[in-house]
Structure formats: structure tokens, C-alpha cells
């Protein structure tokens, strides 16, 4: 998320299954922990849920908390099993040195030496990738480039991403994010480094 966001929240006193008197308000539940002891806390549902729809797991959020504000990332969130109302949100308080683990998602750039030659497609196998990292450097997508995948048999994997300044990829590096399916008609026999591509010739009728 470009702008600051600032979610309002309160101190909460109500728990257990009085919660549900809340929830009928238009508030939910919440939790903030992590640089201190856990708070029990209460957000507007609508603004909370507008927020989350529009941020990634690793965007930071400005909680203002009794006039302070509080810098967070929104973790375990719990929805209704039919309904998209939120039932509660725990929320990990973060300052600028603590450490984070989170998902990413891998965009795939580019398009693979077999594809431009027209030879198939490239398919990509891996969405996302854990990764860690300090809360400021934080990012929510990765780049994979597919133009990496030189012969149908090269598979695009995790070690193969050029990460961001600051971020630890944790996922492990063999895992393959793409590989490349080569067309039906197209039988491929490599010949040392070079692919070499043989076509069916159709049956005469």
C-alpha cells in the first residue's frame, strides 16, 4: 500500500461470547502483540475489513490506540465459513529492527526462450514463497524471470530470483517456481546444449 493507512481502535473489556453483542455493533475482536504484552482491542468491521481487502499480509498498518499509534501487520485473520464478515484479527506490532517472517507472491516477468520461439508455453507451478526480513523491507510480490527458462528442459527455480536488499528467502532454493510445456505436436530431443525440435509430418489421407 502507497498511502498510510490508519485503522481507529479502542481497548477492549468485553470477551468471550459477549463479543457477539460487538459484532452485531459493527465491531470486532482483536488482539495486538508482539513488542510487549497482548492487548485486547476492538476495530471498526467494516473499515478493518476494506483495509485488509486492499492491503498484502506484509503491508504495514497505522493503528492509533488510545492517541498513539502503533505500527502493525495484520496476521491471523478469522472470517465467518459462508459470509466474507470478519470474526476477529490478530494484529503483530512491529518496529523498524524487528524481524518478520511472511509470505510473498512470486509475479512471473518475461517471457522463456522456448515460448518466443513459439515451441509452448511457460507454466508457472509456485504463487508464493516464505521469505524474511526486517519490517521496513518488507515486500509483498517477488519478480521470477521466465526468460531464465533457455531450453525446455530448464526449470525456473527459487534460487534462480534475485531478491530485494534486506530479504531472506526461506522457501528452499530447488523448489521449482516454472518449467516450460512444449506443445503437443512438438517432440523435443536435446542434442547437447541445443534443442532440437521435431514435428510430426500428418498422415495422407
Excluded: C, W
Amino acid at each position: 500500500m502507497s498511502e498510510k493507512i490508519i485503522l481507529e481502535a479502542e481497548s477492549r473489556e468485553i470477551s468471550g461470547k459477549k463479543v457477539k453483542q460487538l459484532r452485531r455493533e459493527g465491531v470486532i475482536p482483536a488482539v495486538i502483540y508482539g513488542l510487549g504484552e497482548p492487548e485486547s482491542i476492538q476495530v471498526n468491521a467494516l473499515k478493518t475489513q476494506l483495509t485488509l481487502r486492499d492491503s498484502g499480509e506484509n503491508d504495514i498498518l497505522t493503528l492509533m490506540l488510545n492517541g498513539k499509534e502503533r505500527q502493525v501487520l495484520a496476521r491471523e485473520v478469522q472470517r465467518h465459513v459462508y459470509r466474507p464478515d470478519l470474526l476477529h484479527v490478530d494484529f503483530l506490532e512491529v518496529d523498524a529492527d524487528s524481524v518478520v517472517r511472511g509470505t510473498v507472491e512470486i509475479v512471473l516477468i518475461g517471457k522463456s526462450i522456448p515460448e518466443q520461439q513459439g515451441l509452448g508455453s511457460t507454466l508457472q507451478v509456485v504463487s508464493t514463497i516464505e521469505i524474511e526480513a526486517k519490517s521496513s523491507q518488507l515486500v509483498s510480490t517477488i519478480e521470477a524471470n521466465a526468460e531464465l527458462i533457455d531450453k525446455p528442459s530448464r526449470n525456473l527455480t527459487v534460487a534462480d530470483i534475485v531478491v530485494p536488499e534486506g530479504v531472506t528467502i526461506l522457501t528452499t532454493p530447488d523448489l521449482t517456481i516454472a518449467r516450460f510445456a512444449v506443445n503437443r505436436k512438438a517432440e523435443v530431443v536435446e542434442e547437447g546444449d541445443e534443442n532440437v525440435v521435431e514435428v510430426p509430418e500428418e498422415d495422407e489421407e
